[in-house]
């Protein structure tokens, strides 16, 4: 059995931008694409090229779209998920980090759990909310 890719997939603010070098740096390694879509409501000629510039040396696995977010999330990410070209995809937000287990998990947590189910169509993961640096009372998340 071919093991699983799995997409990252993520919406940002274009002036937020700035954030996503150590995001990347981080979290781009452990997935097969990543899939970016600008909320296009304000300039993102500059966010774009920004973005771009961090795929330089591998641009087939950036799927980079500009759309306006128009005050809806939820067809923004099922947009962001559309571009996704890989078999499964993790969706996160630039202020969400995975630790580095978890992401040397992905793909055998991933591969195991399709070995015994293969119909599994989606897979949650509990986590710790933390905003502002303090926990949510929300847990798991």
Partial sequence: MKPPTI???MIVHPQDTHLLSPFL???????????IVLDAEVETVSASALIRS?????????RLAERVLGRDF?????????LNP???LLMLDMDERLH?????????VLAMVLSKTPET????????NVIDGRATEVWPD
């Avoid at 961090?54 to 950036?62: G, W, Y």
């Avoid at 939820?74 to 559309?82: E, H, I, L, V, Y």
């Avoid at 580095?100 to 055998?108: D, E």
């Fill in 7 to 9: 997409g990252l997939g």
């Fill in 25 to 35: 740096a981080r979290h781009q390694a452990s997935f097969d694409a990543v899939s």
């Fill in 54 to 62: 961090r795929f330089q040396a591998a641009p087939h696995r950036l």
């Fill in 74 to 82: 939820a067809t923004q990410r099922n947009f962001c998920a559309s």
């Fill in 86 to 88: 890989c078999d499964w």
């Fill in 100 to 108: 580095v287990r978890m992401l040397q998990l992905l793909k055998p």
């Fill in 121 to 128: 169509r989606v897979i949650g993961f509990a986590r710790r």
